[in-house]
């Protein structure tokens, strides 16, 4: 380890850990609805945007209402995307002459981006205009994001609210999410990434020769603006293919310190907002702690595995540790950012996944396949983690022969079943990709790897799409007919058929009254709670994946042990 690596390991959770308190803070006064002193002028396009679509903040909605506005909004900006991506040719701010995209491809991504997925089924400087960067997929960057938050603020205030199913109004929570908090922060790091020499040009692709005299072309564009939502929005899809490995996506350590910081900072804040919101803060840091726990294991043992690997490879080990890595970054750059990224939804890279130590890889697809519940997604991995204390409390309540309680409210059936369904339908979902693409020819085709490592590119991508994280590693054909379709499908089951779900739970739980406290309540702000909490999360995990587990990255890595690799 160098000096910056020590520095990253150190000063990352401390300074998550310092600033969260904080903009959770801030993320609470926005939600209900008091306009921060520094940001006050931005009330005017608030209300005016109000005016514009003829809406009424302080009109509250029942959880069928809010559903409905969330799944038309997204519905219009997914299908006015596609359209604007297959007609990127005739439209401006497009330098290089690029065609429109496909149908597949143009609907694809345009799932991908509203959806918080950013499955990049192309190379960004090869593909998109500028226009269709900035316009189409920033856009859905900071709405796909926020529409995350106005889940949460809804789940939050079911808890909280008594008697009535009011769950707040949708639009109220989207553009308080985008205005007060998704724009500051994405316009202070964007400023920061540019002084750090990420580019932010509107130039045509700058054409000149190597020093053996060969041509190259460099490719520039708006990438700052982009980069700057993309790690705070937890969106993860990169300006330039290359993602955050790319030198003008990423230049120096101080911007690969900062956009790792941006990936997690808001997924913290929102689980601290959680608590401010219900009045259980002490619960919020309990999730928070379990969270931490789960991420700083995860590191920890895919350090050990990287930096450690099979003696029966001989010379070649020495190399291996480096193999698929950008130098600028080294090993444990890349895996703190590859066990982030994939724990908190982003699905941004700074190396090449597929060569990964099949235990580190294996850890970053276990990351996804529970759900991104470990800080997760903006708002996403909060209230997928609630779903899971639901779980937790029912267990418990179980154990002592008790009706469970969660937050002062009652349990019941309904609940329980709600929550299974939000656990337990990504689960099928990733398993029954996996046997698609195993058992037709469309999704073998795709597959560029062999042995049990194809096993886990194919598991990986799968858990990666259903679970909205985005990233694959990069032997798999993204572009594929199968994947552009069934991908498509797996992304929009993955997001709203768990938003659903969650906005029932929450308006059950708003109509239910507070019980007091007894002896006999389960605290959910203790060490026991906590132990409990992460056992649930890692039998859920193991009873449902440990099959494909054990003939994908387990089979791998005891293979390397004995020489043989894939």
Same mark, same amino acid.
């Given at each position: 380890?160098?000096?910056?690596?020590?520095t990253?390991l150190?000063?990352?959770?401390?300074l998550?850990?310092?600033?969260?308190?904080?903009?959770?803070?801030?993320l609470?006064?926005v939600?209900?609805?008091?306009?921060?002193?520094?940001?006050r002028?931005?009330?005017?396009?608030?209300? =005016?945007?109000?005016?514009?679509?003829?809406?009424?903040? !302080?009109?509250?909605?029942?959880?069928?209402?809010?559903?409905?506005?969330?799944?038309?909004f997204n519905a219009v900006?997914?299908?006015?995307?596609?359209?604007?991506?297959?007609?990127?040719?005739v439209?401006?701010?497009?330098?290089?002459?690029?065609a429109g995209?496909?149908?597949?491809?143009?609907?694809? $991504?345009?799932?991908?981006? %509203? $959806?918080?997925?950013?499955w990049?089924?192309?190379?960004?400087?090869?593909?998109?205009?500028y226009?269709?960067?900035?316009?189409?997929?920033?856009?859905?960057n900071?709405?796909?994001?926020?529409?995350?938050?106005?889940?949460?603020?809804a789940?939050?205030?079911?808890?909280?609210?008594?008697?009535?199913?009011a769950?707040?109004?949708?639009?109220?929570?989207?553009?308080?999410?985008?205005l007060?908090?998704?724009?500051?922060?994405?316009?202070?790091?964007?400023?920061?990434?540019?002084?750090?020499?990420?580019?932010?040009?509107?130039?045509?692709?700058?054409?000149?020769?190597?020093?053996?005299?060969?041509p190259?072309?460099?490719?520039?564009g708006?990438?700052?603006?982009?980069?700057?939502?993309?790690?705070?929005?937890?969106?993860?899809?990169g300006?330039?293919?290359?993602?955050?490995?790319?030198?003008?996506?990423?230049?120096?350590?101080l911007?690969?310190?900062?956009?790792?910081?941006?990936?997690?900072?808001?997924?913290?804040?929102?689980?601290?907002?959680?608590?401010?919101?219900?009045?259980?803060?002490?619960?919020?840091?309990?999730?928070?702690?379990?969270?931490?726990?789960?991420?700083? $294991?995860?590191?920890?043992?895919?350090?050990?595995?990287? $930096?450690?690997?099979p003696?029966?490879?001989?010379?070649i080990?020495?190399?291996?540790?480096? !193999?698929?890595?950008?130098?600028?970054?080294?090993?444990?750059?890349?895996?703190?950012?590859?066990?982030?990224?994939?724990?908190?939804?982003?699905g941004? %890279?700074n190396?090449?996944?597929?060569?990964?130590?099949?235990? =580190?890889g294996?850890?970053?697809?276990?990351?996804?396949?529970?759900?991104?519940?470990?800080?997760?997604?903006?708002?996403?991995?909060?209230?997928?983690?609630?779903?899971?204390?639901?779980?937790?409390?029912?267990?418990?309540?179980?154990?002592?022969?008790?009706?469970? !309680?969660?937050?002062?409210?009652?349990? !019941?059936?309904?609940?329980?079943?709600?929550a299974?369904?939000?656990?337990?339908?990504?689960?099928?979902?990733?398993?029954?990709?996996?046997?698609?693409?195993?058992?037709?020819?469309?999704?073998?085709?795709?597959?560029?790897?062999?042995?049990?490592?194809?096993?886990?590119?194919?598991?990986y991508?799968?858990?990666?799409?259903?679970?909205?994280?985005?990233?694959?590693?990069?032997?798999?054909?993204?572009?594929?007919?199968?994947?552009?379709?069934?991908?498509?499908?797996?992304?929009?089951?993955?997001?709203?058929?768990?938003?659903?779900?969650?906005?029932?739970?929450?308006?059950?739980?708003?109509?239910?009254?507070?019980?007091?406290?007894?002896?006999?309540?389960?605290?959910?702000?203790?060490?026991?709670?906590?132990?409990?909490?992460?056992g649930?999360?890692?039998?859920?995990?193991?009873?449902?994946?440990?099959?494909?587990?054990?003939?994908?990255p387990?089979?791998?890595h005891?293979?390397?042990?004995?020489?043989?690799?894939?």
């Open positions: 380890m160098n000096s910056y690596d020590i990253l150190i000063l990352l959770p401390t998550l850990i310092a600033c969260t308190p904080f903009a959770g803070s801030w609470v006064r939600l209900e609805g008091e306009i921060p002193s520094g940001l002028w931005l009330g005017k396009i608030e209300r =005016s945007l109000y005016n514009l679509i003829g809406v009424a903040p !302080e009109a509250e909605m029942t959880w069928k209402e809010y559903a409905v506005a969330l799944l038309c900006g997914c299908g006015l995307l596609a359209v604007m991506l297959m007609c990127q040719g439209l401006p701010l497009n330098p290089q002459g690029l995209l496909s149908p597949a491809l143009a609907i694809n $991504t345009a799932v991908s981006f %509203t $959806t918080n997925t950013n990049q089924a192309y190379s960004g400087e090869n593909t998109l205009s226009f269709s960067q900035m316009l189409g997929l920033g856009v859905q900071f709405l796909s994001a926020a529409t995350g938050i106005a889940v949460l603020a789940l939050a205030r079911g808890l909280r609210n008594a008697g009535a199913e769950l707040g109004n949708f639009w109220a929570d989207l553009k308080r999410a985008t007060y908090v998704l724009i500051p922060l994405s316009f202070v790091l964007a400023l920061v990434l540019v002084s750090q020499g990420v580019v932010m040009s509107f130039d045509g692709y700058a054409h000149v020769r190597t020093l053996e005299g060969a190259q072309v460099i490719p520039l708006p990438a700052a603006s982009q980069v700057a939502i993309k790690q705070i929005g937890t969106n993860g899809g300006f330039f293919g290359a993602n955050s490995a790319h030198p003008f996506e990423n230049p120096t350590p911007s690969h310190f900062l956009q790792l910081f941006a990936i997690l900072l808001l997924p913290a804040a929102c689980v601290d907002a959680f608590g401010r919101m219900t009045k259980a803060h002490k619960h919020a840091w309990a999730l928070l702690l379990v969270m931490g726990c789960l991420l700083a $294991t995860a590191v920890g043992l895919s350090l050990y595995a990287e $930096t450690h690997p003696a029966a490879m001989g010379e080990a020495r190399a291996l540790p480096m !193999e698929g890595k950008e130098t600028r970054h080294g090993v444990v750059a890349s895996v703190v950012w590859a066990q982030a990224t994939t724990a908190a939804s982003s941004s %890279t190396a090449a996944h597929g060569s990964l130590s099949p235990l =580190s294996g850890i970053a697809t276990l990351n996804m396949l529970v759900g991104e519940i470990v800080f997760g997604g903006v708002g996403s991995g909060l209230y997928g983690m609630v779903m899971m204390v639901v779980l937790t409390v029912f267990l418990a309540g179980l154990m002592v022969g008790r009706t469970p !309680e969660y937050l002062g409210k009652k349990i !019941e059936s309904r609940e329980v079943c709600l299974a369904v939000a656990v337990l339908l990504p689960c099928g979902l990733v398993l029954a990709g996996c046997v698609a693409s195993f058992c037709t020819s469309a999704g073998g085709a795709a597959i560029g790897s062999h042995g049990p490592h194809a096993v886990t590119e194919v598991l991508a799968w858990a990666s799409l259903v679970n909205n994280n985005g990233s694959a590693i990069g032997s798999l054909d993204a572009g594929a007919p199968f994947y552009l379709w069934a991908g498509s499908f797996a992304m929009i089951a993955g997001r709203f058929l768990v938003i659903v779900p969650v906005l029932m739970f929450a308006g059950g739980m708003a109509g239910k009254r507070h019980a007091a406290a007894s002896s006999g309540t389960f605290p959910t702000d203790g060490a026991l709670f906590s132990a409990l909490l992460a649930m999360i890692l039998i859920i995990a193991a009873l449902t994946y440990f099959p494909a587990l054990t003939i994908g387990v089979l791998e005891l293979l390397a042990a004995a020489g043989r690799t894939f």
